[in-house]
């Protein structure tokens, strides 16, 4: 089938590699000269494990190609995802400006039935808002043309998203039109033949659901977190907790993993934007509000954490191992890390941080930010007076803590993803502290 991609950020680029994998001819569309220009190099502007190997392999089968021209994209396709950048403005009203940007192009340039797929996070609503929209674009041009709108929301996971894409637990669909879903299976088929269940339900529903899902897994996490640190007032060990909690399968073993708080692009989005729109009714979500709140306490309590364990934070130099929201990604959007280390930057300690991806974004995103960049683990713990293994990515998991010790100031750990066991720590003369465990 040949699809249109319009938007080449991360949900389009992984959307567009994903489907040309299964066979269809994909254009993705992007109005950034630049990166069309990179793109067609095979350079790519995010990190995403298997994902340059998989757009050059199928940019060269022709499967894949790009375009910064929106009427080669309205042309080349049926089926239309809109995978466009929609940022939150000031009081969490989430900026529709691109989308409607692409709506106007496709009315400018359809010249029969097209299928416009919303896949990217939407607020609830943008999909009827935006039919009506292009139903009175159309209007304005004289016309007669039919289309209908799909929410196709994405779970992907950053860092796994390619598998996340070709293997999902559910696709959702919400559209109304049986015309429109008949496309949208016939572009999920391979997954459907795995057995993967397909959900049709209303625009609405489908864009709610993408909420629900995010909202309740960060919900998982702040409880988790709560309950890690009532643990650590009563000698439980929260991870054992976990293990406990999540055998029953009504609870279920994932995202119940204690740490220094959630972040991201998503999350943290996802929660004030959902947490907005109950308030748009009048109603306050306090469940949703409670999450965030805990949220923000857990990385408030990071600090205390560490300021317990290393004393007078003035001069002290902190090491922070891993600085992305999560292992795997480049990605430092609302990275528990950066808010901790502001604080402690407030108190006058000094930083240093080593991270295998994501040094550069910081670099670009905060320029001002007066800490030390390392280039390995081991530079970055010399000298140290306690070292934060803050994300935990794999080549964290097997530090040489023999070799540290002789390195640093003072053997004090704080894993704030608990990946060592205490006692494995211990053993080499560290004072260990992890989340929820001591
Ligand atoms: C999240 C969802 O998991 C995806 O299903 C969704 O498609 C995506 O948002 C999105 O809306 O686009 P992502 O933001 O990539 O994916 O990352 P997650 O793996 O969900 O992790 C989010 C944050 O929660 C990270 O900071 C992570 O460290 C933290 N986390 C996760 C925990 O602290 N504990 C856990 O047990 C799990």
Request: charge should be neutral; include cysteine; glycine fraction near 8%.
């Amino acid at each position: 089938m040949n699809i249109s991609i319009i938007g080449t950020g991360y949900v389009g680029l992984v959307t567009g590699a994903c489907l040309a994998s299964q066979g269809n001819n994909i254009l993705c569309c992007d109005l950034d000269n630049d990166k069309i220009g990179n793109l067609k190099k095979g350079i790519l502007p995010i990190y995403e494990p298997g994902l340059p190997e998989l757009v050059s392999r199928l940019t060269n089968t022709g499967n894949l190609g790009f375009t910064c021209e929106m009427s080669d994209a309205v042309r080349h396709s049926t089926v239309l995802f809109i995978t466009v950048n929609t940022p939150t403005l000031e009081n969490n009203i989430c900026d529709l400006g691109n989308v409607l940007d692409v709506i106007r192009e496709i009315a400018d340039h359809m010249t029969s039935y097209r299928v416009i797929v919303h896949k990217s996070t939407v607020p609830v609503g943008t999909g009827r808002k935006v039919r009506s929209i292009m139903e009175a674009l159309l209007k304005e041009q004289g016309k007669d043309l039919e289309f209908d709108i799909v929410s196709n929301p994405e779970f992907l996971r950053e860092g796994s998203a390619i598998n996340d894409f070709l293997n999902p637990e559910r696709i959702v669909i919400g559209s109304g039109s049986e015309k429109a879903a008949a496309f949208m299976m016939e572009i999920y088929k391979k997954q459907r033949r795995k057995g993967i269940p397909l959900l049709l339900t209303g625009l609405e529903t489908a864009e709610m659901i993408k909420y629900a899902s995010n909202a309740f897994l960060a919900m998982k996490i702040s409880y988790i977190n709560e309950i890690a640190n009532i643990c650590e007032f009563c000698g439980a060990d929260a991870v054992e907790v976990a293990i406990g909690m999540g055998l029953d399968h009504r609870i279920g073993c994932e995202f119940l993993a204690a740490g220094p708080g959630f972040g991201g692009s998503c999350f943290p989005k996802d929660l004030r934007a959902l947490s907005g729109l109950g308030k748009t009714y009048g109603y306050d979500a306090g469940l949703i509000d409670s999450v965030i709140e805990t949220n923000q306490r857990q990385k408030k309590r990071m600090v205390q954490k560490i300021s317990a364990a290393v004393g007078p934070l003035e001069k002290s130099t902190i090491t922070f191992l891993g600085i992305s929201f999560k292992p795997d990604t480049d990605d430092i959007r609302e990275s528990p890390s950066i808010a901790i280390i502001r604080d402690l930057l407030d108190k006058n300690a000094r930083i240093k941080i080593y991270d295998p991806r994501a040094l550069d974004n910081l670099k670009k995103q905060f320029p001002e930010m007066p800490v030390t960049y390392c280039d390995s683990a081991y530079t970055a713990c010399e000298g140290s007076d306690c070292i934060v293994l803050a994300t935990e990515w794999n080549e964290f998991s097997r530090l040489d803590f023999k070799s540290l010790k002789n390195i640093v100031k003072r053997p004090v750990f704080l894993d704030l993803r608990n990946v060592y066991s205490p006692e494995e720590v211990k053993a080499y003369g560290f004072h260990y502290e992890g989340v929820g465990r001591k």
